[in-house]
Nanobody, 126 residues
Framework: QLRLVESGGGLVQPGESLTLSCTTS????????IGWFRQAPGRDREYSAL?????????TLDDSVKGRFTISRDNAQNTVYLHMSDLRPEDTADYFC??????????????????WGRGTRVTVSS
C-alpha cells in the first residue's frame, strides 16, 4: 500500500523559510500528482491544494501562496518538496501531502486525492 510521509516542519520566525518534504514508500512516486494541503489550528483542512506537481513537473500554486511558496519534485528520490518563504503567523498549520492515483494532471480539490500522509506541523511565531 502506498504511504506518504511528510517531514521538515518546525518552529520558525516570521519572514523565515522552510522546506517540507513528502516521500512515498514502498512504491515510487510513479506518475501520481502530489498536492500539499494545510489545516490551521481549530479549523478544517483547506479544500484547495496549496500546490501540486505532476510527474512531468507541471505545477500549480494557489493564489494565496504565489510568490512565497514553490513546489518541486525529485522522482529519483520519490520526494516532493514544498519550499516556503516569507512565512507568516497565518501560515501556522499542519501540512499534508496527498497523492491522486486516478488522474495524471493536478487537481485542486482535496476530494481528488486518495492517499494522505499524517502531516507535519509548521508554527510561525516570534
Amino acid at each position: 500500500q502506498l504511504r506518504l510521509v511528510e517531514s521538515g516542519g518546525g518552529l520558525v520566525q516570521p519572514g523565515e523559510s522552510l522546506t517540507l518534504s513528502c516521500t512515498t514508500s514502498p512504491w515510487p512516486l510513479d506518475w501520481y500528482p502530489i498536492g500539499w494541503f494545510r489545516q490551521a489550528p481549530g479549523r478544517d483542512r483547506e479544500y484547495s491544494a496549496l500546490a501540486c506537481i505532476n510527474h512531468q513537473h507541471a505545477s500549480t500554486l494557489d493564489d494565496s501562496v504565489k510568490g512565497r511558496f514553490t513546489i518541486s519534485r525529485d522522482n529519483a528520490q520519490n520526494t516532493v518538496y514544498l519550499h516556503m518563504s516569507d512565512l507568516r503567523p497565518e501560515d501556522t498549520a499542519d501540512y499534508f501531502c496527498a497523492a491522486d492515483r486516478f488522474y495524471r494532471r493536478c487537481r485542486r480539490e482535496e476530494g481528488s486525492y486518495d492517499v494522505w500522509g499524517r502531516g507535519t506541523r509548521v508554527t510561525v511565531s516570534s
